[in-house]
Nanobody
Framework: QVSLAESGGGSVQAGGSLKLSCTAS????????MGWLRQAPGKECEGVAS????????NYAESVKGRFTASRDNAKNTLYLQMNSLLPEDTAMYYC??????????????????WGQGTQVTVSS
């Protein structure tokens, strides 16, 4: 059974930082592209960042480029998202997701077939 467990969310003031973690089990983590997506109330789900299985290729939403950094530790089956210079518009539920088997770098919501339960990030002004 596949499990993706996010942690590290919370409340922070604008300009602050948070680091999200996602620990995976039940799948071949080191062979999967992985990603972070978010959804704010009343808005569509948005891809934030994704990495190839080897971490060599990355994709970021324009809105987070230069502020967020995604990384992974395949030995620990863990995906990370370092979020700096947070803005109120970054407030959302953040989800970790595993890309479909054989897909090098997931980019779209449809590219993922396993999702975590999410962790809430709230940024106050």
């Amino acid at each position: 059974q596949v499990s993706l467990a996010e942690s590290g969310g919370g409340s922070v003031q604008a300009g602050g930082s948070l680091k999200l973690s996602c620990t995976a089990s039940g799948l071949n983590f080191s062979a999967r592209g992985m990603g972070w997506l978010r959804q704010a109330p009343g808005k569509e789900c948005e891809g934030v960042a994704s990495l190839s299985w080897n971490g060599l290729s990355r994709n970021y939403a324009e809105s987070v480029k230069g502020r967020f950094t995604a990384s992974r530790d395949n030995a620990k089956n863990t995906l990370y998202l370092q979020m700096n210079s947070l803005l109120p518009e970054d407030t959302a539920m953040y989800y970790c997701a595993a890309g479909r088997d054989g897909l090098y770098l997931p980019r779209r919501e449809a590219d993922y077939n396993y999702w975590g339960q999410g962790t809430q990030v709230t940024v106050s002004s």
